[in-house]
């Protein structure tokens, strides 16, 4: 059982470039989200989808893009890294009836 | 926005021992969730509370969602080694846009020395 699945695991990026952390769920979950995980403050949320073509806001979206096309796969894209987006990278996934998140293993990156 | 106060933020366990920590919030939840964090993954869920004063137990895990709705605690019995972990609370509103979660800080588990 594959559940919630990101990559890369880890990544180090420099100040300026571009990437796009992935994650996808093969339990056919109506709302995916993304986490961001900073030491002493739990995980907060940055944007969330209750459904492919459907996406809002969390807590802390600024930097961040996100798009879902399918309900598989929701990635978070980050156009121009900056040093305080280095943090620790969470996907989750739900039913859309309610019911608790299910969470990848992270994505842990470094903006130098 | 919400905040979710839990404490302590450390704690040192001996086996065998009963350890407590507990969340606090500002304003009400629908449902208290207690997730548990191992180093290079992502939590896990252990406990899940969906009514005020619910008390539930997942093996040597008890939690109970406060009476008030803006507090749970979550106990420990017994504990081994394998408790060492980072546990976070987690509030939810009902019917909450996206089942999108509050998390505490976390209480981080370490073993006496």
């Known amino acids: 059982n594959a559940g919630v699945t990101q990559t890369p695991k880890f990544q180090v990026l420099k100040t300026g470039q571009s990437m796009t952390l992935q994650c996808a769920q093969d339990m056919n979950h109506e709302y995916m989200s993304w986490y961001r995980q900073d030491p002493g403050m739990g995980l907060r949320l940055i944007h969330y989808?209750?459904?492919?073509?459907?996406?809002d806001q969390g807590e802390v979206p600024n930097g961040y893009n996100v798009s879902r096309s399918t309900t598989e796969d929701f990635p978070l894209r980050l156009l121009s890294a900056a040093p305080s987006q280095t943090s620790v990278y969470f996907c989750?996934?739900?039913?859309?009836?309610?019911?608790?998140?299910?969470f990848g293993d992270g994505t842990r990156l470094s903006i130098l | 926005g919400q905040q979710l106060n839990q404490s302590p933020q450390s704690m040192f366990i001996q086996e065998g021992e009963d350890v407590s920590m507990n969340c606090t919030s500002s304003s009400i939840f629908n449902t208290w969730l207690w997730y548990k964090q191992d180093p290079g993954e992502g939590p896990v869920l252990l406990i899940a509370?969906?009514?005020?004063?619910e008390l539930t137990s997942n093996g040597r895990l008890t939690a109970q969602f406060g009476i008030t709705r803006k507090d749970s605690f979550l106990n420990i019995s017994a504990s081994i080694p394998s408790d060492v972990g980072i546990y976070f609370c987690?509030?939810?509103?009902?019917?909450?846009?996206?089942?999108?979660?509050?998390f505490g800080g976390g209480t981080r588990v370490l073993v006496k020395p």
């Open positions: 989808s209750v459904g492919a073509g459907i996406t």
């Open positions: 989750a996934s739900s039913y859309r009836g309610g019911g608790p998140q299910h």
């Open positions: 987690a509030g939810q509103l009902f019917k909450a846009a996206g089942n999108k979660l509050t």
């Open positions: 509370l969906y009514k005020a004063g």
